[in-house]
């Protein structure tokens, strides 16, 4: 009787992969409780479960990323001098190719302290964080490289491969923080695999009401609702620091033992144009109308009728400054260029160039030609006769030129109609 060759003999099953390990900040204060410690710790903002399906992911205010790498920081450098021990990296000090970076953070991980601490690297501002190089891209390279050439060569991609993910006392700890991040990297996924993935709460309008409510707790400040719905559609709800750096700023104003109104913001935080038109062009490519005519009547609810003109006009330049840079940015990313490159070429700061980048990659196909041409055909019917009583119609013709780019429609210039009607 022939015997079954060994081939033919069934596959020894594989080891499941260890699943990624993600925890809010309550589930890491009981982590660090228990006295383990993980080699890499990413930090990073969580997402908002009544987060509308086609909106980008909110962002955790830097504050409470930092704070809660500090936690991590306090447990990893009890052992040793935190004067020897402890390192800071600012990420946008380094190489954005990652070769000169990531060598910097992997030989001070490997540095180690001669009284027996462990070493502690904090990595800030890591958002653009990525392994500079190693393997082949593309897959003709990759049929063609041989296995000399797949070997990595980036000495942070080399070192987490080495780490042993089960190791309760790590010689070293690497921590992360980056606002946000893109888990389908390979950078990421080889980070979160070797350690522990920390999300830290979004700061949505509700987080912002219950910061200045915890707060304002321990002085007797009382806070008045809708205050941080108030302060966010001001800001535009964009900038996560700001938002932070102003709540606190209105709590002082309002001082011990007293009250934070709606009124307080509205005399106190001027509205943000550029955050407002951000806010209202999230809004439209969320296919959200009521949200673009509440953040622009929050604009032109002050002052009379020819204030209201002039912010009027204002505005329509504002919105074709905002989709003239939104087509270059498109342009260089068409062409592929990277977000620094993009920052160079344009001369765009890189928080709003960041936030070109997420509105394109969430906009429709044919959206931003078809939003040119709605803008263009705004701005000719603003400084044309057809208007009539400019005081009255130009807020209606702005309106209406918000539902057409919502919907991706022209402007119909012949209707009197206001977009209010529309809903």
Same mark, same amino acid.
């Given at each position: 009787?022939?015997?079954? =060759? ?34 890499? #710790?990413?930090? $990073? ?9 086609? =909106? ?11 704070? $809660?790498? %500090? ?14 021990? #402890?390192?800071? @990296? ?89 606002? $946000?991040?893109?888990? %389908? ?18 700061? $949505? ?32 709800? =964009? ?9 606190? %700023? ?47 009547? @929050? ?23 905002? #989709?003239? =840079? ?79 780019? @919502?919907?991706?429609?022209?402007? %119909? ?11």
């Amino acid at each position: 009787m022939a015997t079954r =060759s060994a081939a033919a003999s069934p596959k020894e099953p594989k080891e499941p992969k260890e699943s990624l390990v993600v925890v809010d900040d309550n589930g890491l204060n009981l982590e660090l409780g228990t006295g383990r410690l993980r080699a890499v #710790y990413v930090v $990073t903002s969580g997402d908002d479960p009544n987060r509308p399906e086609r =909106s980008e992911r909110p962002r955790a205010d830097p504050a409470a990323l930092i704070a $809660t790498a %500090r936690k991590i920081e306090e447990i990893a450098l009890k052992r040793g001098d935190p004067a020897l021990d #402890y390192v800071r @990296l600012d990420y946008l000090d380094g190489d954005f190719e990652a070769i000169g970076i990531n060598n910097l953070i992997g030989n001070e991980l490997r540095a180690q302290s001669l009284f027996g601490g462990r070493r502690v690297v904090t990595v800030v501002h890591a958002e653009n964080l990525q392994f500079g190089e190693g393997k082949a891209r593309g897959r003709a390279k990759a049929a063609k490289a041989t296995e000399e050439d797949k070997r990595p060569t980036d000495q942070l991609e080399i070192l987490l491969g080495r780490i042993d993910a089960h190791d309760a006392n790590p010689p070293f700890v690497l921590i992360v923080v980056a606002e $946000t991040i893109d888990r %389908r990297l390979v950078v990421w996924k080889s980070l979160i695999r070797a350690g522990m993935l920390v999300e830290v709460a979004p700061l $949505t309008a509700m987080a912002l009401q219950n910061y200045l409510i915890s707060q304002g707790a321990p002085h007797n400040t009382r806070i008045a609702p809708q205050v941080a719905q108030k302060i966010w559609d001001r800001l535009g709800g =964009s900038d996560a620091a700001r938002l932070r750096s102003t709540a606190d %700023r209105l709590l002082l104003d309002a001082g011990i033992g007293g009250q934070l109104t709606v009124a307080a913001v509205e005399d106190t935080v001027p509205m943000d144009r550029e955050g407002a038109v951000f806010a209202i062009t999230d809004a439209i490519a969320q296919q959200d109308l009521v949200r673009a005519l509440t953040v622009l009547h @929050l604009l032109l609810g002050h002052g009379g009728p020819g204030e209201r003109e002039g912010e009027v006009l204002k505005l329509v330049g504002f919105l074709a400054s905002h #989709y003239q =840079s939104l087509a270059q940015v498109a342009a260089h990313m068409t062409a592929g260029r990277n977000q620094r490159d993009i920052e160079a070429a344009t001369g765009l700061h890189p928080f709003r160039c960041e936030m070109m980048v997420r509105q394109l990659r969430t906009m429709k196909a044919g959206r931003l030609e078809m939003a040119l041409q709605t803008v263009a055909e705004l701005d000719i019917v603003m400084k044309s006769s057809a208007l009539g009583d400019r005081k009255d119609s130009t807020s209606r013709w702005l309106e209406q030129a918000l539902a057409a780019l @919502l919907r991706g429609h022209p402007l %119909r210039l012949g209707r009197q109609r206001t977009a209010l009607d529309t809903l």
